[in-house]
């Protein structure tokens, strides 16, 4: 009988215990804004999965909608100011 051997190292859960260093971690708070408002436009839309959109729930999808455009125009605007050129 031949044994069978692995020919790359295993990956332990060890291996991967890493954490964030300090640029992805301002990255991510940079980005902040935009990730919390598309957070409340999904919390709009998974409201009115199971069930007719009232009138109110439609101007708050709208709302939510606007907040990640202005989010997104916002980080759009701060990258390009600190990369030198002009938004």
């Known amino acids: 009988m031949k044994t069978i051997a ?6 332990t859960a060890a291996s ?15 980005e902040m ?3 919390l408002a598309e957070v409340a436009l999904l919390d ?3 409201m009115t999965i199971d069930r007719p959109a ?8 709208r709302r939510a909608r606007r907040r ?6 916002d980080l759009t605007n701060r990258t390009a100011t ?6």
């Open 6 to 11: 692995a020919l790359q190292a295993t990956v």
């Open 16 to 30: 991967l215990d890493f954490e964030p260093t300090d640029t992805e971690l301002d990255a991510i708070e940079v």
């Open 33 to 35: 804004p935009l990730i």
């Open 44 to 46: 709009t839309q998974i």
């Open 54 to 61: 009232t009138e109110l729930d439609m101007r708050r999808t």
């Open 68 to 73: 990640v455009l202005a989010a997104r125009r």
């Open 82 to 87: 600190v990369a030198g050129g002009a938004a």
